[in-house]
Each structure stands twice: as C-alpha cells, then as structure tokens.
C-alpha cells in the first residue's frame, strides 16, 4: 500500500503568490482599514471599490461579526456582493490594532484575512484553508508578528505539509 504525500499549497502561499496581501504602518479607522483590506485584491480586479463599502454596510447593520477571533478578522459579505468578481482570500496586518468597538478590546484586530466569493465552491475551499491556518497556534502566533510579505512562505514552508 503506498501512501500518497503531496504539498498542500495552503492558503499563505496563494496570498503571497497573488499578491494579496498589505503590511499597513498607519493607525486605522474601522472602515479605513476594510477598504484597505481590499486593496490587493482591487488591484487584479477579484474585487472593485465597491466591494469594500458592501462589507462596511454589512458590519454597521449587524456589528463587528467579521472580529472571530481577538486579533483577527475576516471582513465578508455575502456571495456575490456587489463588487465581488472572483473567489480569493487577501491578507493585511496593521501595526496598530484597529477597534471595532469601543471600550471592547476582544473586538480589535490586527490581522485581516478579506474575503470574496463568487464561487460556492472555491470559496468552501478557501475556508477549508482559512480553518487550517486559524486552528494552527503555531501559525497564529507567526502571523501576529508578521512583518514582511516573504514571512508568509517562511510560515507556509512550516506548517504547509499533509499526508493523505
């Protein structure tokens, strides 16, 4: 019986390949820091400018949903928001944590995992990935002192491997 390895390209890898991904120094706004959570993504046109003021209506309606985690967010909108032209993930860590609401540290960030979908299923993908990397301590830990885009494969080279 043989067994079958093969590198699992996870998620970090495609951020970096893509250039999906933003180190931002400067304090942020909430909402400054969604719209430049979408930049990268803007700029391959997975998503327009719109994208961006969906997402911030979305978290005025119903609150800082996107905050799962203390440190981490995953601004969204629904599937095939306006504004969304393909299904990818981007990546930002801000310097300074963003507060998503007053007085609430658990809900500040500094790490941003943007998302976009267009397709059910590249996106249950996607989110498969995301778990992957949100479940690992270890990754976590690497992603909240992230300093430069390279830093993205160092932790993929590390936590990246599967056997199936």
């Not at 393909?86 to 963003?98: R, W, Y």
């Not at 941003?112 to 949100?134: A, G, I, R």
Request: glycine share 6%.
């Amino acid at each position: 019986m043989f067994i079958k390895r093969r590198r699992t390209i996870i998620l970090l890898r495609e951020i970096y390949e893509k250039k999906h991904y933003l180190f931002c120094s400067e304090p942020l706004s909430w909402e400054e820091s969604i719209r430049k959570g979408c930049e990268p993504l803007r700029k391959d046109g997975t998503v327009d400018e719109t994208y961006a003021e969906e997402i911030i209506a979305c978290i005025r309606k119903h609150g800082p949903y996107i905050v799962i985690l203390p440190g981490i967010a995953l601004p969204h909108s629904t599937e095939k928001a306006k504004g969304a032209h393909a299904t990818a993930v981007g990546f930002m860590k801000t310097a300074v944590p963003v507060r998503f609401e007053e007085g609430n540290p658990a809900k500040d960030a500094q790490i941003f995992f943007t998302l976009s979908s267009t397709n059910p299923d590249e996106h249950l993908d996607n989110m498969q990935k995301l778990y992957s990397v949100l479940t690992n301590e270890n990754a976590l830990e690497r992603l909240k002192k992230i300093e430069k885009p390279e830093e993205l494969l160092e932790i993929d080279g590390l936590f990246g491997e599967r056997q199936e």
